[in-house]
């Protein structure tokens, strides 16, 4: 459903609600008991509810539409955060070896996952998570995704596993440390503790057996990188550097590919695939599998170039 005789004021923080919106929050809510959902917990939940200016604002405003790669990999991978990374990397160590036993993952990597969502826990959010989706649910670009994670949402609750004033998450519905959206947690979060909750918002060992279980789960290679950044021949041919076209290093070395610093690549049948997340004339990367892992968890290639630049860093 569209905002059909939707009226926005932006006068301050007045907004006058759009007549629409409560028939659909009924069957919303009709949809929410079908799935066992109490009419207490839906009384709580929607107490107050209404679509939300701001959350419509930000849906439409990515960060690759607004910058670069380079200048988001200098805000993104900065001293001060790989500086702090290599900090709770050390402080965070016990925790952390045993997870990458468990899962497969190294350290390294969860703590980038970790610094770069919500630079180590500092900025999980302060959206009310249903109130969000629940925005984003109504709007008509992505209703029918949305819908579904906002049904979920109300399920951790049912569920036990945070409370419902301190479930606070991003514009998007993405909650907690590591930024889950509901159906990511409802597949992937753990209670590696063992006190009966997932608590991705407050329990380190939680966040970090989370992450490492999606990315386990998510097809990682435990005793493989992620990439490298590389350096392309003169005359490259840049229809060739797109995920979709997957060479050995043996093959990339023979049409001119090097590593950043000049040298030659591995003498590997490993695969690879060229990555220009500025296009011709920017930087260039070799990414392989596990590359394509984190893009399962972010689809953007600024984000998952991004992680493994931050997780180099911190070895």
Not at 32 to 38: E, S
Not at 147 to 167: C, S, T, V, Y
Not at 226 to 239: A, E, I, Q, S
Request: one cysteine or more.
């Amino acid at each position: 459903m569209i905002f059909s005789v939707t009226m926005w004021v932006l006068a301050g923080a007045s907004v006058l609600a759009d007549s629409g919106f409560e028939p659909w929050l009924l069957e919303l809510k009709a949809d929410a008991r079908a799935q066992g959902i109490a009419d207490a917990l839906l009384e709580q939940a929607f107490q107050g509810v209404e679509p939300l200016p701001r959350v419509l604002e930000l849906d439409r405003r990515q960060p690759e539409s607004t910058m670069t790669f380079v200048e988001y990999q200098e805000n993104i991978v900065s001293e001060d955060r790989v500086r702090r990374g290599r900090q709770l990397l050390a402080e965070h160590r016990e925790v952390l070896q045993a997870v990458a036993a468990k899962y497969g993952v190294p350290a390294r990597y969860l703590v980038a996952l970790w610094g770069i969502e919500t630079h180590y826990g500092r900025l999980t959010g302060s959206f009310g998570v249903v109130e969000a989706l629940a925005t984003l649910a109504y709007d008509g670009r992505r209703s029918d995704y949305f819908r579904q994670e906002l049904l979920k949402a109300l399920r951790i609750l049912k569920e036990g596993h945070i409370a419902f004033p301190d479930m606070k998450g991003s514009w998007a519905g993405a909650m907690g440390q590591c930024q889950f959206m509901p159906s990511s947690f409802l597949r992937f979060a753990v209670d590696e503790t063992g006190d009966g909750r997932k608590d991705i918002w407050n329990t380190q060992a939680d966040v970090f057996g989370s992450s490492a279980n999606y990315l386990a789960q998510s097809g990682w290679r435990k005793n493989e990188r992620w990439g490298r950044r590389v350096l392309l021949p003169t005359g490259f041919d840049t229809r060739q550097a797109t995920l979709t076209q997957t060479k050995s290093l043996r093959q990339w070395q023979r049409l001119g590919v090097r590593t950043f610093d000049g040298a030659d690549l591995p003498d590997s049948h490993m695969q690879g695939a060229i990555v220009l997340p500025d296009g011709h004339g920017g930087p260039a990367f070799l990414v392989y599998d596990n590359y394509r892992v984190i893009m399962k968890w972010n689809r953007s290639t600024y984000f998952a170039t991004s992680v493994g630049l931050l997780a180099d860093a911190l070895m």
